[in-house]
């Protein structure tokens, strides 16, 4: 018996945010909107998204001792998460400052702070956590060597999940733990380098799983996804249409939610389906973590009821 149903082992971010009309260029000064602070970070959303669902969810992160660290912990554990994992000092909490213009682009400088210093060591001395966790997630918003200590440190039948977001080369030892490798079309690209062959995503998720991943999912925002295996091939999993408001966060939501199901059971063309659902639901609303779902919500958007 597991006592969580997915650990997630990644980053936590406070995201600054200020609308301006034009972003700023070279030694330029704008005048922009007040300031939001909004919970983010990969590993934070992803940790939110599974707990905000019903699965029994720990996060394994480091944050800062400051007040960014504490309203993190705070939103962590308000949506059910537990922290007991989550670490506490050593650098300022990461932060992301985002401008973002009227038309929706943005521009973003990421200052990993904590992030950077959640360290192999601290995933050696979180072995409990891996010995009671079914699934275990993780991105690259944490330094690499912390992502191969945790395939290192996976409990025998449990199951690896890895968005390598934002995407670089990976080591063989971690590709071979993937199951499944989640990549956009953007990180999917950079995963395979020279070794891309022809436009389609079905291309794509072929040469991805030749790379050695057990598994492969693709996610292609509005058009849904495609999941592929050796023994299943390549499988479209249809979008959910919805109208879209915001998608920032929607792949961490898709993720969390792949990543539960699997654990309880399904294939992940069904759990793929399912977070379909999720990652849907996520865009029909503004922000990360503010915008995800509860079970009865995701459920609901199937139906056609929201
Ligand atoms: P990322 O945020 O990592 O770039 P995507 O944009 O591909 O990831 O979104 C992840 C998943 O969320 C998609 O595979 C899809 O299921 C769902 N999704 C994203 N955008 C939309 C949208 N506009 N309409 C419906 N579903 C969406």
């Not at 994992?85 to 904590?114: E, F, K, Q």
Request: proline share 6%; aromatic share 4%; with cysteine.
């Amino acid at each position: 018996m597991y006592d969580y149903d997915l650990l997630v082992v990644g980053s936590a971010n406070a995201d600054l945010v200020i609308g301006v009309e034009r972003r700023p260029g070279a030694g330029e000064t704008v005048l922009g909107s007040d300031l939001a602070v909004h919970p983010g970070g990969k590993g934070g959303n992803q940790a939110v998204a599974a707990a905000r669902l019903g699965a029994r969810t720990a996060l394994l992160a480091r944050v800062g001792d400051d007040d960014y660290g504490r309203l993190l912990l705070d939103s962590q554990r308000a949506a059910g998460v537990d922290t007991v994992g989550v670490l506490v000092g050593g650098a300022p909490t990461g932060v992301a400052l985002i401008t973002v213009d009227p038309s929706g682009d943005n521009s973003i400088v990421v200052s990993p702070g904590a992030n950077g210093r959640l360290a192999p060591g601290d995933v050696r001395a979180a072995a409990s956590l891996f010995h009671a966790s079914r699934v275990v997630s993780t991105q690259l918003e944490i330094p690499l060597e912390t992502v191969v200590e945790v395939v290192r440190s996976l409990a025998p039948d449990s199951r690896f999940v890895l968005n390598p977001s934002p995407p670089r080369p990976l080591p063989q030892e971690v590709l071979a733990a993937c199951d499944p490798l989640i990549v956009n079309e953007h990180e999917a690209k950079v995963i395979l380098g020279d070794s891309l062959v022809g436009g389609r995503p079905e291309d794509w998720a072929r040469v991805l799983l030749a790379k050695g991943p057990r598994s492969v999912v693709v996610t292609l925002g509005a058009e849904g996804a495609l999941v592929a295996s050796a023994a299943q091939g390549v499988v479209r999993v249809p979008s959910v249409k919805v109208a879209a408001v915001d998608t920032t966060g929607a792949g961490d939501a898709f993720t969390a939610a792949l990543a539960w199901r699997l654990g309880t059971g399904e294939s992940l063309a069904e759990a793929a389906a399912y977070a379909a659902r999720v990652g849907a639901a996520a865009v029909t609303k503004a922000g990360a973590q503010e915008s995800y779902p509860t079970a009865a919500e995701a459920e609901a958007l199937e139906a056609g009821a929201l």
